[in-house]
């Protein structure tokens, strides 16, 4: 059963400064990776979406990297901002018949002014 | 809509009671998905359709939990004889479509229902 793991679980920084949220899963064997980010008492909204051909992929300030054979990920963040004060969620997807996806208990990020 | 819709935002019940939470998916997404995430921690599966086809249960915890998605668009995910441990925030999440191009297409997810059994 693939296993998500997060770490940090809470992150605080000051603002402006270039962070690094993990991720690792035990089952590598997944067709892709999401990170996604959610706000308090609202939904997921996707980020990133890594295919399991790729290393990496690329939006804005944001940057997140695959390793399968390690089993890891990661989620770069440029110049935080406070908007960016988020939860921040992996999810692996098993392969192209698995549809679901398994999370990661995420990383709760605080950016101060 | 543009987007995924839940309804209720919130839900109080007494334990014992039967619920009912509705999803209505982005138009014309194929498949949609129930996912139960419990405070501070990450969602976790519930259920599966592709269309009206319920194609995976597995995440499903107890017989108490029934999901239906008749004419393959709106979706009911019903908790009979709620109990404590079910309280918790109910998401819904839609894609496009299963295979092909639509294989690494990103689900999208509606803001929840935050059912609370007192």
């Known amino acids: 059963k693939q296993e998500v793991t997060q770490i940090p679980a809470a992150l605080s920084v000051p603002e402006g400064e270039n962070l690094v949220l993990n991720c690792s899963f035990t089952?590598?064997?997944?067709?892709?990776l999401q990170w996604f980010r959610q706000d308090p008492g609202k939904g997921l909204t996707s980020l990133l979406l890594i295919q399991s051909s790729q290393r990496e992929q690329t939006s804005g300030r944001l940057n997140a990297s695959l390793d399968k054979s390690s089993g890891r990920s990661t989620l770069y963040i440029a110049a935080s901002q406070p908007g960016d004060s988020a939860t921040y969620l992996c999810a692996c997807r098993r392969d192209n018949a698995g549809n679901m996806l398994t999370f990661g208990g995420g990383t709760r990020l605080m950016v101060k002014p | 809509g543009a987007g995924v819709s839940q309804s209720p935002r919130y839900k109080v019940a007494k334990r014992g009671q039967d619920v009912a939470l509705r999803c209505d998916p982005i138009s014309g997404h194929v498949s949609l998905f129930w996912y139960q995430q419990a405070l501070g921690q990450g969602p976790e599966f519930l259920t599966y359709?592709?269309?009206?086809?319920?194609?995976?249960k597995s995440g499903l915890p107890s017989d108490r939990f029934f999901a239906e998605r008749p004419e393959g668009s709106v979706s009911t995910l019903k908790i009979q004889r709620t109990q404590q441990e079910d309280s918790a925030v109910y998401l819904c999440?839609?894609?496009?479509?299963?295979?092909?191009?639509?294989?690494?297409?990103?689900?999208?997810f509606g803001d929840g229902t935050r059912l609370s059994i007192l």
């Open positions: 089952d590598s064997a997944i067709y892709n």
């Open positions: 359709f592709q269309n009206e086809a319920q194609l995976d």
């Open positions: 999440a839609s894609t496009v479509g299963m295979g092909g191009i639509n294989s690494n297409q990103p689900q999208h």
